[in-house]
């Protein structure tokens, strides 16, 4: 209902704001008469909107409905699924497959072969492919894994006496035939997985093994199974809603038994999964609902990264927080309870700790059939990918885009539009390198994500107003070096006192080949609430001082001419950094030793220098660095 009143407010003020100043006498009659039309049908609207509102109010009284919205407690990714996926030891059923497959391919042949994994959706073609690929690709010059359109050109394959070899994985029998060259040898048929380890998955991801399951849940349990047919996907589905909390006990199990359809072990193709995926759906709580459907406009075996999903939520409003929360950190909670779910597939975790996941084809075709399309005035999100010699031309008019809050443009040649400075509303803004931006940015208030804001490329009238963008919590500054900057002394000066304004800067990336030593030691920290300084390529004489007051920075990469045991001293007390990349250029005159007890939480240290030069006490650093 909140949305639906929301793009209602949004057509009227479309059409409302219209300004008439420059028509005719003619055109202007029309106008006006169009304009009365149009309140008319807003003050029908209005009371109709009216009414629902005081039905639905009714309805949340006489339910109770309070009782049912959720904390918004943080949730983070539960560590029995990213168990379930570490290794390939995890992978239940996997190692027969895996090693049959891997047999084929790495035959005295040395012919260009083809080999294609057929089966019905959720078998986990695509896993087992990738077991594959993990162990023998290396063995290879090249390799890749990739998923590829619904209309490949199989024949674009090289053929070569080079020992090449390529896995697909297919749905259709005759596809797999064509892939194969009609060699039925190497069509390898999944098959769904035996009732032992239908158990040892299912048990794996709720309790960690058979043997923590509770008694009374092992009765229920094999009937739940048999309704999953063997299918890996459905019984990550299933298995991840009952290991949801608020599903353990009782009732709740042979809810969802009784709910599964008996036909699924006869027929699991198409309608029993639906029937999995849509329970799945319909226990979601009203606020995942909404994130779940807007997973709709990714296509289907997308990777997904988690820092994408939560701004484009945030700039949706779909996050709902208390004053005290942060809109990010509830978001990416919102986004772990779905990867806890199932509705989005765990893939990887980075060394940033940010997630990498995939939304499967299944889940992807049902998030479709719920959702609908908006109109363009009404557009709040522009994501454009292309290569890196693609021109860009953004509407000449883009200020008429009254709503939009991210605009998302890494790669390509852009031409950005004088009127982009009159977009209130913008949050994010993500530009190629290269790209200068009109005169007046320090108009968006809003922003919070400013990415990648070209020092060569912008005014020194936009530099200086990089302070008046107060929100900012993302910034990318760097120097493609099309322009060369005149008076560098004056454009340090601009560029540290406009730092220092930015109180909520939590992410800053600084990308400068040059040398500028000592530009920004003086600089007051723009944040004590920096959590990633990036500045791998701006030359220190020495590490900054202020760089010891940052306690909540997680990630460092600084650039030093020379590195003293007081610097090491500095950054080691830094209570919250996990990585670190230090850059030294030239040989110190003496050796860096690092001391016991230094960097108590670091897990990743790099260091780049042209001698050997670091010592390290026993047992320094934190367990898991050792390890």
């Known amino acids: 209902m909140a949305y639906e009143i929301e793009d209602w407010i949004d057509e009227a003020m479309h059409h409302l704001t219209k300004d008439d100043s420059n028509s005719g006498f003619i055109s202007k009659i029309i106008f006006r008469l169009n304009r009365m039309r149009t309140q008319n049908r807003m003050t029908n609207q209005i009371n109709k909107v009216k009414t629902r509102v005081v039905e639905m109010s009714h309805r949340h009284k006489r339910y109770k409905l309070d009782a049912s919205i959720s904390t918004s407690d943080y949730t983070a990714i539960d560590p029995r699924l990213c168990a379930l996926y570490a290794d390939a030891e995890a992978l239940v059923g996997m190692d027969g497959p895996r090693d049959e497959i891997t047999k084929w391919l790495m035959g005295a042949d040395q012919q260009l072969m083809v080999v294609s994994v057929l089966g019905i959706g959720g078998l986990g073609k695509t896993a087992l492919a990738n077991e594959v690929y993990k162990k023998i690709g290396g063995q290879f010059d090249c390799h890749a894994f990739i998923s590829i359109s619904q209309k490949p050109d199989i024949c674009a394959l090289p053929k070569n006496n080079h020992a090449s070899r390529v896995i697909t994985t297919t749905r259709i029998e005759k596809v797999a035939m064509e892939c194969c060259s009609y060699r039925c040898e190497f069509i390898y048929k999944m098959k769904p997985l035996n009732e032992h380890d239908s158990r040892r998955l299912f048990f794996n991801r709720i309790f960690g093994s058979e ?11 094999t009937g739940i199974l048999q309704r999953c047919g063997g299918l890996p996907l459905a019984i990550v589905s299933v298995s991840s809603l009952l290991a949801n909390p608020a599903t353990s006990v009782d009732r709740q199990w042979e809810y969802v038994s009784n709910s599964l359809s008996d036909k699924f072990g006869i027929m699991p193709a198409l309608d029993g999964m639906r029937n999995i995926l849509h329970l799945s759906y319909k226990n979601l709580p009203y606020h995942l609902k909404t994130c779940f459907l807007y997973l709709g406009i990714y296509p289907e075996d997308y990777i997904i990264r988690k820092s994408d999903v939560v701004r484009q939520w945030i700039t949706e409003g779909f996050v709902h927080k208390a004053q005290v929360q942060d809109a990010e950190d509830v978001a990416g909670s919102y986004f772990n309870e779905l990867v806890n779910r199932s509705m989005i597939l765990h893939t990887d975790i980075d060394y940033q700790n940010n997630v990498v996941s995939l939304f499967s084809d299944a889940v992807h075709q049902m998030s479709l059939d719920l959702t609908g399309i908006r109109q363009l005035f009404q557009l709040r999100d522009v994501k454009i990918e292309a290569n890196i010699h693609v021109q860009i031309q953004l509407p000449a008019q883009i200020q008429e885009l009254k709503l939009l809050e991210s605009i998302d443009i890494e790669w390509g040649s852009v031409c950005i539009p004088p009127d982009i400075v009159h977009l209130p509303h913008l949050i994010h803004l993500v530009i190629p390198e290269g790209t200068g931006l009109p005169d007046g940015i320090g108009n968006l208030k809003s922003l919070i994500t400013l990415r990648s804001f070209d020092l060569g490329e912008n005014s020194l009238h936009n530099i200086r107003s990089i302070r008046e963008l107060t929100n900012l919590r993302d910034l990318n500054l760097c120097y493609s070096g099309k322009n060369v900057v005149s008076n560098m ?41 920096l959590q990633r300084l990036e500045m791998a390529y701006w030359w220190f004489s020495k590490v900054p001082k202020w760089i010891g007051g940052l306690h909540e920075l997680h990630v460092l990469k600084l650039a030093v001419k020379e590195v003293s045991d007081d610097d090491i001293t500095l950054l080691a007390q830094l209570p919250s950094l996990t990585n670190l990349g230090l850059r030294m250029r030239g040989a110190p005159k003496q050796k860096i030793i690092i001391y016991k007890k230094a960097f108590p939480v670091l897990r990743y240290f790099k260091f780049w220098c042209s001698t050997p030069c670091l010592v390290f006490e026993a047992s320094v650093m934190s367990e898991e660095l050792r390890n």
């Open 211 to 221: 043997n923590a399951c509770p008694e009374r849940f092992k009765g229920v349990s």
């Open 489 to 529: 002394e004056t454009w340090i000066d601009v560029l540290r006192s406009s730092l220092e304004k930015l109180s909520n800067l939590k992410y800053l990336h600084l990308y400068w080949p040059g040398t500028c030593e000592n530009g920004l030691c003086s600089l007051n920290p723009p944040s004590r609430h």
